[in-house]
């Protein structure tokens, strides 16, 4: 069992940053892969980025470029620094595991989940 706590989320202006993260528990987090994944009100949730457990990482294509995932496994957490935010990134952000090394871009691929982080971008 996995357990997952994601914090880092606020308001935050067009152009600028944020660092979420994502606290893991339980043994052999370095084994799973990780992603997050948004929600937008009235939107499905989508995949955002992702990391293997060899640290091999993938973006969606809204984000890439401004957005880096990584992953510090003495400490059991994943991060999403964002940056040059823009308002169509405001959602709840979620953090996810799967029980395999390889990333996965549906949500269906994902065993579990965290609560969510509010990130809300303003013009």
């Known amino acids: 069992q996995v357990q997952l706590v994601e914090s880092g989320g606020g308001l935050v202006q067009a152009g600028g940053s944020l660092r979420l993260s994502c606290a893991a528990s339980?043994?052999?987090?370095?084994?799973?892969?990780m992603g997050w994944f948004r929600q937008a009100p009235g939107k499905e949730r989508e995949f955002v980025a992702a990391?293997?457990?060899?640290?091999?990482?993938y973006y969606a294509n809204s984000v890439k470029g401004r957005f880096t995932i990584s992953r510090d496994n003495a400490k059991n957490t994943v991060y999403l620094q964002m940056n040059s935010l823009k308002p169509e990134d405001t959602a709840v952000y979620y953090c996810?595991?799967?029980?395999?090394?390889?990333?996965?871009?549906?949500?269906?691929?994902?065993?579990?989940w965290g609560q969510g982080t509010q990130v809300t971008v303003s013009s």
């Open positions: 990391i293997t457990s060899g640290r091999i990482t």
């Open positions: 339980g043994r052999s987090f370095g084994s799973y892969a």
């Open positions: 996810a595991a799967r029980g395999s090394s390889w990333y996965g871009q549906s949500e269906t691929e994902y065993d579990y």
